[in-house]
């Protein structure tokens, strides 16, 4: 029995270890990029481009955005590509706050992307070749959206190349409706996102029976979350 406890300590001893060498939670994986160690070295012979740049033109709210890039000199398997929204991911977007660490640093990034790809997981070989590309499911999450070509890794990240922006043609439209049963047997909540202020227009719930068609209007509250209530 003793010796099974040793045995037990010591694997969580090894455990530990491993976790903490860089300091992230390994069940997230943006969390290992180390966005707040970016270093800014913009280089004009690294291109990179996203097509189509504007989505929402069938009326949907998420669609598919192709990435191509190049990287003449010096591509290599650690490069990759991450997804930036509000496309501004600079210091025009920093809060006021003093708790974001290295916020006095350039390139002042304070704002860590919202998914990321290694830029040779669709060209075989980008390393070789300098070229690539790579496809992102984008949502409408009401801003617009750029992508960083980074070298270095997820752990000493260098931004080479910004890209153009992607933006959704209606990107306050009201969207992702949700039906639930309501507090008594009688009721029913309607939940939905969008983009508009109180001051741009009036939320309300236009409801009926098969019968009479749309007969009711019920009038909705707002409740909106900013990034000062999203701080740790």
């Excluded at 009401?142 to 153009?164: E, I, M, Q, T």
């Excluded at 439209?173 to 047997?185: D, T």
Aim: proline share 6%; charged share 20%.
């Amino acid at each position: 029995m003793e010796r099974n406890w040793i045995c037990f300590l010591l694997l969580l001893l090894v455990v530990h270890i491993k976790a903490s060498k860089h300091d992230i939670d390994i069940h997230q994986p943006l969390s290992r990029i180390a966005i707040y160690e970016t270093v800014l070295q913009l280089d004009p012979s690294v291109s990179i481009q996203a097509t189509p740049g504007l989505l929402g033109l069938e009326d949907k709210q998420a669609e598919y955005v192709t990435v191509t890039f190049k990287r003449p000199i010096g591509a290599a398997i650690t490069d990759w590509i991450g997804v930036f929204s509000p496309a501004s991911f600079n210091a025009s977007v920093c809060l006021e706050d003093k708790v974001v660490p290295n916020r006095d640093l350039d390139p002042l990034l304070c704002t860590a992307p919202i998914k990321y790809q290694y830029a040779n997981y669709s060209s075989p070989n980008y390393a070789s070749n300098g070229e690539g590309f790579l496809r992102f499911r984008l949502i409408n999450q009401r801003a617009d959206f750029a992508f960083g070509f980074f070298s270095g890794d997820l752990f000493n990240p260098v931004l080479l190349a910004v890209s153009n922006t992607v933006t959704f043609v209606e990107p306050k439209r009201p969207a992702y409706p949700r039906v639930a049963i309501g507090r008594v047997w009688n009721e029913i909540s309607v939940t939905w996102t969008s983009g508009y202020d109180l001051s741009e227009a009036t939320p309300l719930v236009i409801w009926g029976t098969e019968q009479n068609g749309d007969a009711y209007t019920s009038a909705a509250g707002t409740l909106t979350f900013t990034r000062n209530d999203m701080m740790w």
